[in-house]
């Protein structure tokens, strides 16, 4: 489902006389459907930028990115956007807040954009803010003002209301309190059972270690450093 082949990044400083960091040389990996895959590795190993470049964010300066047959690194913008409505979800650490925009309908977004009835979108989207403990008085108001353990459920919960062939989860456990990191860890386990392929960065080692399958220590992508 994501096949990514000898993938190189640098990034230029261009505030610094355009210095060209190389931070990423030949990373290779690949994650079937219904597996998820830890990236690990130390504090700047490049575990984020790795996402990053899979979700489009990012330019790789070589190397091929395959999510369900669409090469990212060569995609075109529309190109990117279709996958990301259909294929590829990204459950960022923070939730990019639009104002005015009620909290239900943040989280029912993804489906109301590929076309699911609305009344079927909106009741997913409640069985996720129920599962996540967002209280119904808030459903109504926009997340502008939400706590950011509130942002983050949210966030979570917009990230799982469609069903993604391939997911990135870049610390979906960090700082939620036991009840709601179960809930997060079951809805992986969900979306592995009906056959996501999971890219997760997870620093909650239990967390990792119940839900992914495989790790990869990007490391060993890192320019310079021994694996
Ligand atoms: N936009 C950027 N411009 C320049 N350098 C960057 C940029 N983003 C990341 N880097 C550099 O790329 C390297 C990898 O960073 P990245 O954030 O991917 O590491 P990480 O493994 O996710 O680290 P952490 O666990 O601390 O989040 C670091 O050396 C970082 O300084």
Same mark, same amino acid.
């Given at each position: 489902?994501?096949? $990514? ?5 640098? &990034?230029?400083?261009?505030?610094? !006389? =355009? ?15 219904? %597996? ?11 575990? *984020? ?7 489009? #964010?990012?330019? @790789?300066? *070589? !190397?091929? $990115?395959?999510?369900?047959? /669409?090469?990212? @690194? ?12 259909? /294929? ?5 650490? &923070? ?13 029912? %977004? ?25 209280? %119904? /008085? ?9 706590? =950011? ?6 966030? $979570? ?17 960090? *700082?939620?309190? @036991?009840? #709601? ?7 992986? %386990? ?11 960065? &997870? ?12 790790? $990869?220590?990007?490391?060993? &992508? ?6």
């Amino acid at each position: 489902m994501i096949e $990514i082949e000898n993938l190189s990044k640098s &990034f230029t400083l261009h505030n610094q !006389g =355009g210095a060209v960091i190389p931070v990423m040389q030949g990373a290779t990996l690949s994650v079937a459907p219904g %597996e998820c895959v830890a990236l690990t590795g130390d504090s700047g190993a490049g575990k *984020s930028t790795l996402m990053r470049m899979i979700y489009g #964010n990012y330019l @790789a300066a *070589s !190397g091929r $990115i395959l999510v369900g047959g /669409t090469d990212v @690194a060569r995609a075109e913008p529309r190109e990117i956007l279709d996958l990301r409505r259909h /294929t590829l979800g990204y459950v960022s650490q &923070f939730l990019r807040v639009v104002p005015r925009v009620p909290t239900r309908d943040v989280v029912a %977004e993804p489906l109301l954009a590929i076309g699911t009835p609305r009344d079927v979108a909106r009741a997913r989207a409640e069985e996720l803010l129920i599962r996540l403990n967002i209280p %119904e /008085t808030l459903w109504s108001l926009s997340p502008t003002t939400f706590s =950011g353990g509130e942002q983050q459920r949210v966030n $979570i919960a917009r990230g799982f209301a469609h069903a993604y062939p391939a997911l990135l989860l870049d610390e979906p456990t960090a *700082s939620l309190d @036991a009840t #709601n990191r179960e809930t997060v860890l079951c809805l992986i %386990e969900e979306a592995k059972a009906r056959g996501a392929a999971i890219i997760g960065i &997870f620093h909650d080692a239990p967390a990792r270690d119940r839900v992914a399958d495989r790790e $990869i220590d990007v490391s060993r &992508f890192t320019p310079g450093r021994a694996a």
